[in-house]
């Protein structure tokens, strides 16, 4: 096995424990939140907090030219252009944080006051709640640069370690909101605001002391910060309506079935957020060489990681999303207590949404990695915006919540077709044949495990004991059949790894 795939095991393995631990932290953190704000303060703080994040679609943006331009260059083992790179980058986030910080105080603030359904009694909470959230998210803008470099050099111990960290002063948040005299929905967006100061300062701290490209900034250079604005330019479109389809839905929710939808809403948002954990830590370890390999002309390693990494990710998600689509209500209501009304449906409608992220996103790293994006961006961007207006149209008829989730199944099958048809034509050697080889594999095996475990739960009464019953039953039926399918190299590096362990 070469040394970058040792590299991806072990990053991937240290990404997991990280995860491991975050999910146990973060499923804790979610529900006494839920508990101690009530329904109403959580849908409050998710729609306020959403319009930030409608308008951090620049932040995505500039998070994903970072990562590309910080990888090429770190391929081309070229040390001067990634001092320049990462200045560049650093001066970038900056100008736009203060942008962002312009848009949120004039034009975000008017949409706060006077478009959201928020109790009047509430609306002063609700307000200071907006003000944190967005200075937080400048904050955490503004570093961008430091956290993506520690990815591009592969540091993932240290980025697990951190993440873990972060989670645990997220949880040390929750037991100050239990014992506050205060009103708790303000004192949870101080507390935020707090541990994002603190971690950013932890990253930046870290990143000047080990890695001789941040150790100082100095001026943007005009030539990299025009390569960053132009491919900036074909992904903010793209990242825009993306945010805007998932805070516009948001709204919409809001609109027309009041703050309890947009409790429901966030509680499928954390059920999707943690989900998707599982498949970004494989692709955030396989994401510094896909664009490596780019950036050195060796297509056919750089196809073969995408092809794994869509095939791995697709695979570790499904481990927990046959026994959450069958044992949803259950789940929900040992973990929340509370369980709002939408809930069920919404968290198993998101299900589908991590099924198509997770196999397209090591695809999509490999078309950042060429640097040009303008098609995929522009025809994503379409068809994301279109998604609240027909929500809009048809849900203020029909009063039917859950095709907010349907639409964007819809929306991400259709740009995911596209961009494999992109890629045929932008890197060399990609095989479709071979995608969807591996794809029918996973669902011929994920039929088998899924006839398994509804036959388990067919059989069992509902409880606790039969939520362990069918998710052992998903896990040891998709491992054992998913075997039989590796290759002999495969299964060679698999036995390595365990016997490492």
Known sequence: MNEGNQRIIRNSLALYVRMAINLAIGLYTSRVVLNVLGVEDYGIYGVVAGVVSFMGFINASMTSATSRFLNYAIGKGDETECKKT????????LLIAMVILLLGETVGLWFVVNKLV????????ALWVYHLALISACIGLSFVPYSSTIVAHEKMNFFAFFEILKSTLNLAIVFVLKWGEYDKLILYAILGLAVQIVCCSIVYAYTAKNFRDAKSVGFADRNIFKKMFTFLSQTIFAHMSFSFRLNGNNVVLNILF??????????????QGVLLQFSSNINLAFTPQIIQEYSRASYARMNKLMVTGSRLSLLVVLLFIIPLWIEMPEVLRLWLMIVPDYAVSFSRYILLTVVLSAITAPVYTGLTATGDIKKYSIFQGC???AVPFVFYIIASQLRW???????VVISQFLTA?????LMRKKVTGFSLRVFVKNMIVILVTTAVALSASLFVSGIMAAGPLRVIAVTLTAIIFLVTTNYFFLSSEEKTALSGIIRRK
Request: proline share 4%; aromatic share 12%; glycine share 6%.
């Open 118 to 125: 928020i109790p009047p009694e509430r609306m002063t909470a």
């Open 383 to 385: 068809v994301y915006l």
């Open 258 to 271: 009041g703050t309890v939808a947009n409790a429901a809403n966030g509680i499928a948002m954390t059920v």
């Open 86 to 93: 990462f200045s560049t980058a650093v001066v970038s986030h």
């Open 417 to 421: 077709a596209f961009l494999f048809g």
């Open 401 to 407: 919540a859950v095709l907010a989730y349907l639409l």
